[in-house]
C-alpha cells in the first residue's frame, strides 16, 4: 500500500472520565489505561504514544505477501473505541440496524436471545461506517464537548491491536490462546456473532480486536499506475478477522480488502475519537 517508514497521526489528549457500559464485562490480566465515555455511551481507549512494528515477519505463520513490516511512530496518544460499534449503539445514531445478527435479520435463527442490542452491528459498508463516523460528529452534544469521529488508519488499527507486542498477537505466537480473546471460525463462535466484551482484552484495554466482526479501515487499495480514470473506487481495508475466519486470518497483520459498498453479514467497525477543540 506504499507506507512511509514513519506514519504520524496528531490527535488530542482528553481528560479521563468514568467508564462505560462495557467495562469490565470480561476480567483484563492487566490494568486498564484512561477511558472516555461519549454522549451515546461509546467508551474510548487512550492508546499512548511511540514506536511499533506492523505487518508480518516472512516466517509467520499465515503471513500473506502484502504484509510488509515496518516501524510506525505517534507522537501523541490517540482514542479508539474500547469495542466494536454495537447495534444499539448504530440504531441510536443512524435510526436503523442492518445487521443479519438482529430479530428481523436474515440470521436471526442463529440467535441464542432475542437482546441483540450489545452484538456488535453487522453488514455495514465502509460507506456505512464512513456515515456513521459524519453523523455521531454532528451531534449537538459531541460538537458541544469538541469531538468528531472516522475510522482509524490501518498502522493505528494494528499498533492498537498488538499493544507493544510484535508477534502474531498480543498475547504472543501461541495460537491455542486465542479462544480467550476473540470469537472466530464457525465452530467456535457457533457460526454468529457474540456480545462486545465477552472476551478479555488486550493489554491496552481494547476488546474483540480478533474476530466476531472485520472492521473497516480508512485505508484504500492503491490503485495502478496503469489503472484507468475512470476505473471503479479502490476497495477500502478491513483487520481483525471475524465469527466466520480462521486463525490465520485473525492475526494482527492480517489484512483484507473489500468494495466499500460490500456489506457483508461478517463486517462492522470501531471509531477513532478527535478532539477538535484543543481548549477542552
Known sequence: MGYAVTDLRWTFLLVPVALCAFAGQAHSEEKAPSEVCNSIGMSFVSIPSGQGQVGSPNDEPGRADDETQRTVEFAQPFFLGQCEVTQQQFQQVMRTNPS???????????????????????????NDAVDFCKRLSELPAEQQAGRSYRLPTESEWEYAARAGSSASWHFGDDREQLHRYAWFGRAQSANRTHHVASKLPNRWGLYDMYGNVWEWCADARERSEHAAKDAPAPSRLIKGGSWYSRIANCRSATRRFDPAEVDDPDTGFRIVMELVNSEE
Open 100 to 126: 443479519a445478527f438482529s430479530a428481523q435479520g436474515g440470521f436471526h435463527q442463529r440467535l441464542s436471545a432475542k437482546d441483540t442490542s450489545n452484538l456488535p452491528v453487522d453488514s455495514v459498508s465502509w
